[in-house]
Structures are given as C-alpha cells and as structure tokens.
C-alpha cells in the first residue's frame, strides 16, 4: 500500500504562483515508477496534469504547457519518493483539488486504488 501527501494548495490571484509537493512513501515501490500530478476540478473528472518518469522525461496538459514545471527527488531510500509541481502564472482554470501518485501508466487513472487527500488550489480572477 503506498501512502501520499499532498502539500502546498492555496489561494492566489490569477497570475499568481504556487509550489506543490508530494511524499510518496510504501514499504515496497515498483522499479517502474512514473510520477504524476492530477487535478479534480468541481463537475469534471480528474485528469492528467504531468508526469515525471525516472529518467525525467516529463509530459505535460497542453492547458499547462509553459506554466507548470513538474519534478521529482528520489533520494536514496527506495520506500520515499517526492514530486513537486510548481504552478506559475496561474489562471481561474487551474482551480481544482490536485493530487499526486505514481506508478507505470499515469494516463490510467482508474488504475490507482490509493489516493491521498490532495491539496486544493484556488485561483480568483
């Protein structure tokens, strides 16, 4: 079972930056191990937001393109990994409740079983 903790939500002005984190901890973490950001916006499924593999390729929403950076520190214990996102120029879209997780295939969502209880973002126009 893996544990994640979602850190650093707020409330910000549009055009505003935000800096999230996540720990990921589990006494056993898979050697393909893609992290990811994911948002869950009110009325909308949850969706991708970026992705980090561990060789730091990263992918991102189109939507967030050129504001979001997304990185990860793996350190040396194999039980804990951290995933950062850092959101600049947000807009009033980017409103959600952002959650991270990882695993081989970001894109299947359904997949997951454990979620943390994310951290919310609010951006006012």
């Known amino acids: 079972q893996v544990r994640l903790v979602e850190s650093g939500g707020g409330k910000v002005q549009a055009g505003g930056s935000l800096r999230l984190s996540c720990v990921a901890s589990?006494?056993?973490?898979?050697?393909?191990?893609?992290m990811a950001w994911y948002r869950e916006a009110p009325g909308k499924q949850r969706e991708l937001v970026a992705s980090?593999?561990?060789?730091?390729?990263?992918?991102?929403?189109?939507s967030v393109k050129g504001r979001f950076t997304i990185s990860r520190d793996d350190g040396r214990d194999n039980a804990k990994k951290l995933a950062y996102l850092q959101m600049n120029n947000l807009k009033a879209e980017d409103t959600g409740r952002y959650y991270c997780?990882?695993?081989?295939?970001?894109?299947?969502?359904?997949?997951?079983?454990?979620w943390g209880q994310g951290t919310q973002v609010t951006v006012s126009s």
């Open positions: 980090v593999s561990q060789n730091g390729n990263t992918n991102y929403l189109d």
């Open positions: 589990s006494e056993f973490i898979s050697d393909i191990n893609v």
């Open positions: 997780n990882l695993g081989p295939r970001p894109e299947n969502i359904g997949a997951f079983i454990h």
